[in-house]
Structures are given as C-alpha cells and as structure tokens.
C-alpha cells in the first residue's frame, strides 16, 4: 500500500509517497548509516536527475543499495 510522507529538506516541507516496504527499508539504511532520515532523503533529492521525482529518486536509491555489494555505497 503506498502511503504519503513527508519531510522538511533544506528548511521546506516536502511530501513523497511510497510504499511501506520502501520506508522501512530508507529507515534501515539511515540507521546503518548512522544519519537521521530527513537527511539521507536530503541527500537522495540533491542528488536525483533533473526532471525526476523524488518518490521515484527514493525507490531507486533504495534498489541500488539493497543491490550493492557489502562495503559499497549506493550511488546516487
């Protein structure tokens, strides 16, 4: 079930939605990251293509990661 967020990013409120699995898995990266969420998604929407979304920056970031060899950081 996609379920809406929201985030404030770099002083403004913003809203992304995404599936459950999704959010839980960004919530386990930034633990394992040891950074809060808001700003692994920070990082996530500085870094997304132009003309992207950020639902859609997230959900890949997410892939890249859980596809990543051990040690790699996920591209973004």
Known sequence: MIRKHSATLH????SFSLEEPF????NR??????ISLARLIAEIDDNRA???NLSSALRVYVLAWVK????ADASL
């Open 68 to 71: 990543k060899p051990d040690g």
């Open 29 to 34: 990266i930034a633990a394992h990251r040891e």
């Open 11 to 14: 002083g403004h409120r913003t």
């Open 50 to 52: 132009e003309g992207s």
């Open 23 to 26: 959010f839980e898995e960004l």
